[in-house]
């Protein structure tokens, strides 16, 4: 299973970005979920969006949506504050609880989001 994370990059505070995270390598049931998380420096991993293939979904300030025909949950994040800036990791899995980590069995490679006030 790989999870493919793109998207990020270098913004203004207030600009918005949207970030993909394509899963290949296997056929996933309703239950899978995709979820995102990120990691500022110095600071622990934290919980952004999460969402099944059923729809069924756990969002911040930001939203996710699914595109099952692709394999690919998109994460829109929209009116970035420096506060968001770190790395934005997509993982996947079949976790009872949406926003704990230890539930995602597959993560991707991380994609680095800037935000400069």
């Known amino acids: 299973v790989q999870l493919q994370a793109s998207g990020g990059g270098s913004v203004q505070a207030g600009d918005s970005l949207r970030l993909s995270c394509t899963v290949s390598?296997?056929?996933?049931?309703?239950?899978?979920?995709v979820g995102w998380f990120r990691q500022a420096p110095g600071k622990e991993r934290e919980f952004v969006a999460a969402?099944?293939r059923t729809g069924d979904s756990v969002i911040g300030r930001f939203t996710i949506s699914i595109d099952n025909a692709k394999n690919t949950v998109y994460l829109q994040m929209s009116n970035l504050k420096p506060e968001d800036t770190g790395v934005y990791y997509c993982?996947?899995?079949?976790?009872?609880?949406?926003?704990?980590?230890?539930?995602?069995?597959?993560w991707g490679q991380g994609t680095q989001v800037t935000v400069s006030s």
């Open positions: 993982a996947t899995g079949l976790p009872d609880i949406l926003t704990l980590s230890s539930g995602y069995d597959y």
């Open positions: 390598g296997r056929t996933f049931s309703a239950d899978y979920a």
């Open positions: 969402i099944r």
